[in-house]
């Protein structure tokens, strides 16, 4: 499995941004793909997570109602769409695949990662 990500950038607070997490070898329809984020000194946070195989999503309490995970299986495509971006959300973006069933905001639960994209929030 491998992903890409792309969509990071540099907003003002209040602006919006859609990651982009492209995969390849990857099945969907079953198992769970999430975004994290990670800042300098800090552990990898869960942001986001969507089951391929129903949609199912789940959010971090931070992000949620201003965070939206979405996929679109035929562009072997998962999106994070970020609205109302706050300096707080300047981060390392992750996509993250291949979970071993462990709880979704671990990053010790995934096997593949992509190599992030640049958040930045002024």
């Known amino acids: 499995v491998q992903l890409v990500e792309s969509g990071g950038g540099s907003v003002q607070s209040g602006g919006s941004l859609r990651l982009s997490c492209a995969t390849s070898?990857?099945?969907?329809?079953?198992?769970?793909i999430a975004w994290f984020r990670q800042t300098p000194g800090s552990e990898r946070e869960g942001v986001a997570s969507?089951?391929?195989?129903?949609?199912?999503?789940y959010y971090n309490d931070s992000v949620q109602g201003r965070f939206t995970i979405s996929q679109d299986s035929g562009a072997h495509t998962v999106y994070l769409q970020m609205n109302n971006l706050k300096p707080e959300d300047a981060a390392m973006y992750y996509c993250?695949?291949?979970?071993?069933?462990?709880?979704?905001?671990?990053?010790?639960?995934?096997?593949?990662w992509g190599q992030g994209t640049q958040v930045t929030v002024s």
């Open positions: 993250a695949a291949d979970a071993n069933g462990g709880y979704w905001k671990s990053p010790r639960t995934f096997k593949s």
């Open positions: 070898g990857y099945t969907y329809g079953s198992g769970t």
């Open positions: 969507i089951y391929t195989g129903t949609g199912k999503t």
